[in-house]
């Protein structure tokens, strides 16, 4: 049996209510699709706190500045859904701009304090997007529980808080950070690098692993030394947050903008 791909909000909301008439579970993983290994533990984890899962599709226009790789973002729909059905997901919702944005893509909710520094230094409008489409998507979904990858640790923060604070009742899960045998990160945008620049960038997570053992205003500022040493072009922070217990690093590899952290003794 094909693997259900949903282009509208109604027709995903039938399936759904009827998997909740039957008493099901239902999980539900938001994604921009180019899927990767990382992309499936969290499928997998999904299954495991759920009866049904649902995966959305959707590059979003909202937590995209008009200089970032929106229209370039690498889309592939057809493979997406091949390797959805690889690990058992029951249904894709893949809308259209239109029906997840009937009046136009615009941001109409405010991220709450997590999203205060790191990422909002460099991108000012990315958490406003992401919490009004994740917003919008749980309303489409209604799931039960809801995963998502702690590789954008700050972003998960971000939806907690937004979850809490409008009373959605819906469980937050973190999914661990899925890494290559290297230990870089998995990624849609590593699909960018070069060979060359793929050896570069398994430099990244050494640095912040190290820092993290005992991490200083000092020893973050020779990871940053480190990391451009390495070969990166521009570190955007190293920063360490003590209310998170975590180690994040954005730095820029070319034209590719990768991120990462690890916990902190």
């Known amino acids: 049996m094909s693997l259900a791909v949903y282009k509208t909000r109604a027709d995903l909301q039938a399936q759904v209510a009827a998997w909740k ?4 579970r239902v999980a539900f993983v938001p994604t921009m699709g180019a ?8 499928m997998r984890l999904a299954k495991e706190k759920a009866d049904k899962v649902v995966v959305s599709i959707f590059v979003n226009p909202t937590q995209f500045a008009p200089h970032e ?4 973002y690498p889309r592939d729909l057809d493979g997406d859904v091949k390797l959805l059905s690889s690990v058992g997901v029951d249904a894709v919702y893949a809308p259209s701009e239109a029906d997840l944005y009937p009046e136009g893509a615009k941001s109409d909710q405010e991220a709450g304090a997590a999203a205060a520094g790191l990422e909002s230094a460099f991108r000012p409008h990315f958490f406003d997007g992401v919490v009004t489409v994740v917003y919008r998507l749980f309303k489409a979904v209604q799931p039960d529980v809801a995963v998502f990858g702690e590789k954008d640790f700050q972003q998960l923060q ?11 009742g819906i469980e937050i899960i973190g999914g661990p950070i ?8 998995l990624s849609s945008r590593n699909a960018y690098l070069s060979e060359g620049e793929l050896e570069i960038a398994r430099m990244l997570n050494q640095v912040i692993f190290n820092v993290a053992q005992g991490p200083s205003e000092e020893r973050l500022a020779e990871a940053e030394e480190m990391i451009l040493q390495a070969g990166f072009d521009k570190v955007d922070y190293v920063a360490y947050r003590p209310e998170w217990k975590r180690v994040l690093v954005a730095a820029w590899l070319g034209k ?8 902190a003794q």
């Open 21 to 24: 008439a039957q008493g099901h």
């Open 158 to 168: 971000v939806i907690r808080e937004m979850v809490a604070d409008k009373g959605l």
């Open 178 to 185: 899925a890494r290559d045998e290297f230990g870089l990160a």
């Open 256 to 263: 590719t903008r990768l991120i990462d952290n690890c916990s």
């Open 69 to 72: 790789d929106f229209d370039t």
């Open 35 to 42: 899927l990767h290994a990382g992309h499936l533990s969290l």
